[in-house]
């Protein structure tokens, strides 16, 4: 649907809010509070212009989102997913660490116009046991159960603290929707192939996705198949 946001220039864009209440169990409503806040991503002092929605997890009082404006995903006659950048540092810096137990970082979808924000409408939750690189992941989420208008909600939690002195910080990118693909079966990289006589060598390097080779696809790859069979040579 047209539907992007790199976060430079004005924050929060046009039409982004910032909500505050514990999800689950407080209303949610508007704040003015500093909470979420305009950054370079990852803390990259390499980058010049803030190009990022950022949330400092911290202390006892962290139960904030920032909500997207309205998207129609239409009649459900095209499906659509969810992209964006993640990436998870200690404050300040750009070192890599795991969310602490007490931390949670949530995206959201609600399909009644930003009313409600319903834990059975999660679309993803990270916490202590799912790793955020420092750098950076691309992350895709699914939309194809959802039609109509729907707005996003970008969560982050932190409202003890037991594990000391837990200070993080929590960005987000070039947040987009856009028509659905089919990731399961990504194309390799690399594809080459050269004629062997009677076979054909392929060579390839695993597809990467979200940062990742995906599961099954182990590394990178060399083989001779036979040209009028399609069986490998052994």
Do not use: C
């Not at 603290?161 to 856009?178: C, H, I, K, L, Q």
Request: hydrophobic share 40%; net charge negative.
């Amino acid at each position: 649907p047209g539907f992007l946001f790199d976060f430079v220039v004005t924050f929060p864009p046009t039409d982004w809010r910032k909500f505050k209440g514990l999800f689950g169990t407080e209303p949610v409503l508007p704040t003015a509070e500093a909470i979420w806040v305009h950054d370079q991503f990852g803390n990259n002092p390499d980058l010049v212009d803030p190009n990022s929605a950022k949330i400092n997890l911290y202390g006892t009082s962290r139960r904030h989102w920032l909500m997207s404006p309205p998207i129609d995903l239409g009649d459900g006659s095209t499906d659509y997913q969810l992209h964006f950048d993640l990436a998870l540092t200690v404050w300040n810096q750009t070192t890599p660490t795991t969310l602490a137990p007490e931390q949670k970082v949530a995206v959201v979808i609600s399909t009644d116009g930003g009313l409600t924000w319903s834990m059975d409408n999660v679309l993803k939750w990270w916490n202590e046991t799912t790793p955020i690189s420092n750098t950076g992941d691309h992350i895709i989420l699914d939309l194809s159960a959802y039609t109509g208008r729907v707005m996003l909600g970008f969560y982050g939690e932190m409202t003890v603290s037991t594990s000391g002195t837990v200070d993080y910080d929590v960005f987000f990118r070039n947040v987009a929707v856009t028509e659905f693909i089919d990731i399961r079966y990504p194309e390799p990289r690399n594809l080459t192939a050269a004629d062997a006589g009677m076979a054909a060598q392929l060579n390839w390097a695993a597809p990467i996705l979200n940062n990742k080779k995906p599961a099954g696809f182990g590394e990178d790859h060399s083989a001779a198949y036979r040209s009028n069979l399609n069986q490998p040579i052994t």
